[in-house]
């Protein structure tokens, strides 16, 4: 067998990386050019745990290979795996334009038997249309037509900073196989055969409820960030805590303690995006959901709550130098996408704040492309998290990255010229603070 994928992201890298060391012949594909060279030379496009390992032992075992000719991987290929990305419109629906170049690519190309497998995240029906694409196409452009057209509709439910693990050991795998395409579904069994060997859930269904599977999911878990982070407003002006909150009632089967997290809210390229589709799906479909655009509502609020809550019980942030620790949407990756951290900045900076950064991961020209506005008279960027807040009025965290932990309080206030922290990740939560620090914390007063 031999796998092509279209795309190497987040999914399509480490997948590929995934069924090249279970013993698949796997060819990467990117438009990028200079993705791809570095690819070819070991360098990873994004920081991601074990991937480079992972990529390497690939490579090494020579069944893992990356190319820009996707014409070619594509005529080689018995499955040809879509893992485009399918960024958000302004209107909420998914911009799908990449997915069905895929679907004419591959009508142009694949060989008799070949198999599309939808990897990208896309709105229900997505499979029929490409598949419509395709059957006319071969109909009247391709002189051998192939009578066998399957689209195959299997979501990935990787998460960054443990995207390797998470493929490596799924909690389940869902393919979406209509009726008629019973053999296509043999092939995918045969490509996940070592996933079914070791016990992992292999769920079959229609196509559409695959599509829906993937929206479904991370709306659920944007809806557990949101009820959470509700939960955490209500509990600072009630002097609860949230944490305790949120470990009594994680406790219970029904709920589970995954996604009870208080913060500044969701971010990333995957929670909001599926939320919006989902919601811009049901308007199409004649349903208007009514607790999904409440759950991104409070995700926007939230962002702002900790800045909120200084300029209540503080005032103003003009004039104020304002060190933030971590830029990327959460920990351990250095994807910036919908960071909640953009927005914040941003508002920081419009009313006269001077801001510095500082991230382990996120490099400062990807913080100057999204945010030019960031040139204080002091330098906006620090090789240390204590650089960051040396000389400063304020520290919002961001993200819980283990070295900001590390610090101990006393440390950071001593090198401040007022100690204000503003903790949105709780990474100082439930220690002792000093008499010269004044505290601000998500989910408790």
Known sequence: MHLTILGTGYVGLVTGADFACRGIDVTCVDIDVARIEGLQQGVMPFHEKDLPERV???????????????????????????????????????DLSAVFAVADLFAAHAKSGAVLVNKS???????DVCGKRIRDFRQYSRP??????????????????????????????????DVGDEWAGKVMRELNATFIEGGVPYVEMTTRSAEIVKCAANAFLATKISFINEIANFCERTGGN?????????LDPRIGADF??????????????????????GNDAGYAFRILPNVEAVNDAQKFSLLDRYEREVGSFAGKRVAVWGVAFKAGTDDVRHSPALPIITRLISVGANVCVFDPLVTEEKIKFLIPDLTPPFSPFCKTALDAVRNADVLLIHTNAPEFAAYDIESIASVMRSAVILDGRRVFAGRVIPKNVRYFCVGCG
């Not at 075992?61 to 302004?90: E, K, Q, S, W, Y």
């Not at 995240?121 to 499979?127: D, I, L, N, R």
């Not at 949230?242 to 994680?250: N, R, S, T």
């Not at 009870?260 to 799906?281: M, N, P, V």
């Open 56 to 94: 390497a032992d690939g490579v090494a075992a020579g069944l893992l290979h990356f190319t820009i000719d996707a014409a070619a991987a594509t005529a080689n290929a018995n499955v040809v795996m879509c893992a485009v990305a399918t960024p958000t419109n302004a209107d909420g629906h998914a």
């Open 260 to 281: 009870l997290q208080a913060g500044l809210g969701y971010g990333g390229s995957c929670l909001s995006k599926d939320t919006r589709a989902l919601i811009a799906a």
């Open 121 to 127: 995240t896309v709105p229900v029906g997505t499979a």
């Open 242 to 250: 949230v944490d305790e909150v949120a470990k009594a009632i994680g």
């Open 144 to 177: 051998d037509p192939v009578a066998a057209v399957a689209v195959i509709s299997n979501p990935e439910f990787l998460s960054q900073s443990t995207a390797v693990a998470d493929t490596a050991h799924p909690t389940r795998i869902v393919v979406g196989v």
